[in-house]
């Protein structure tokens, strides 16, 4: 893309015609947490897109996700507990101990006298679809709650490391609106500037960069290439290494290394929570059996690029509480302007109640100095 028109568009004005509502894309999966996090018995508050979400996993091992807001009064159904009723793990509310099942429904309300003409089973909450895959769990956040849709896709697979969890995990609270938690994501330019480590690069190695994209289910990819010479930590992979790096709406980027026969797959996930409240997390998968063994090893340097992302966000969100208009620029910001698009035709298609046709060109080289 050499073109010079469009140097400007206005990140904030796509967010705000998105904010009409909550500018978070629905029915849609989100990344909730690692199952790991979630031991048989618990049960867990999350606010995922802007909705009080409980997840719990039945002593029986079985994760579940439900509106957290007992419908009595209000009550948040995470901090009740479980209770079987009929044989069948139900969470009692600690109100006024109604229950509900592993689907919303409620089972039990001991007010009731025996012969009272109410049904019980007609009152329920929103029963989340919920996938525990790879060791992650998925939620997928309707928009109507009333008449949820069911999801016409499953959640993103991580590549080549067929059902093995993530190694190492981590994450970070980020005081941002999702948007500019994924605009920063994705964006080539910062890394010689915010991620300025011994270990990495600064901006002495900046060099041009000429990549390819095309789009993918949901997103597009930097198409597999050999990383930049100047990132000094590939090295240590040794052998034949190939990178592809995918973003998928709402918000995922993967990561995905070979490296002669084995794969390392990173994955980032961004997910709005409140208005301005984002939680972003890294997670790693490996087939390699060494790079298993020392994965424990990498966490603080994992941490560390994390946290010098978190760090600038917030920043950031200092200059933007006064609500400035702010740029996307050619090159290095037209997988932001992507994003936004994708988003938008991501409602629309909803709306239309159409498949989503992505708006990312058939085949881009992006050039940007970095
Ligand atoms: S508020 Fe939950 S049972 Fe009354
Ligand atoms: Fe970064």
């Not at 933007?320 to 938008?344: H, T």
Request: aromatic share 10%; charged share 25%.
């Amino acid at each position: 893309m050499t073109g010079t028109t469009d140097h400007t568009a206005s990140a904030s004005s796509a967010a705000r015609a998105a904010a009409e509502s909550d500018g978070f894309l629905k029915d849609i999966w989100y990344f909730a947490m690692h199952g790991r996090e979630l031991k048989p018995g618990a049960l867990q508050h999350r606010t995922l897109a802007g909705q009080p979400v409980l997840i719990g996993r039945t002593k029986a091992g079985k994760a579940f996700a439900i509106r957290d807001i007992c419908p009595h009064r209000g009550v948040p159904l995470s901090a009740g507990r479980f209770v079987d009723t009929d044989n069948q793990p139900t969470v009692q509310c600690p109100y006024h101990g109604w229950r509900f099942g592993t689907d919303g429904v409620c089972k039990h309300i001991p007010s009731l006298y025996e012969g009272q003409d109410m049904d019980a089973s007609r009152i329920s909450v929103t029963s989340y679809p919920l996938r525990e895959q790879q060791g992650a769990l998925w939620v997928f956040v309707p928009s109507d709650l009333r008449r949820p849709a069911e999801p016409a896709e499953e959640p993103p697979l991580m590549p080549g490391v067929g059902d093995r969890p993530a190694r190492i995990y981590q994450k970070f609270q980020l005081n941002c609106h999702v948007d500019n938690a994924v605009i920063g994501l994705i964006d080539p330019a910062h890394g010689p500037f915010v991620h300025k480590n011994w270990f990495w690069r600064d901006e002495t190695g900046m060099k041009e960069k000429a990549k390819e994209f095309a789009p993918v289910k949901n997103g597009f990819c930097m198409v597999a290439h050999k990383p930049s010479a100047n990132s000094k930590i590939y090295t240590l992979l040794g052998g034949d290494v190939k990178t592809e790096i995918s973003f998928l709406i709402p918000g995922v980027r993967i990561e995905h290394i070979t490296a002669g026969k084995h794969h390392l797959v990173g994955m980032t996930t961004v997910t709005p929570e409140g208005p301005e409240k984002t939680e972003i997390t890294q997670s790693f998968f490996t087939t390699n059996p060494v790079l298993n063994l020392l994965a424990p090893l990498f966490k603080p340097f994992m941490y560390h690029f994390l946290k010098q992302d978190a760090d600038i966000v917030n920043i950031m969100q200092e200059g933007l509480k006064f609500d400035p208009r702010l740029m996307l620029i050619n090159e290095a910001d037209v997988q932001g302007k992507w994003y936004f698009s994708m988003k938008a035709e991501w409602e629309r298609s909803r709306a239309e109640g159409r498949d989503f046709r992505n708006p990312v060109p058939e085949k881009t080289v992006l050039r940007w100095r970095s």
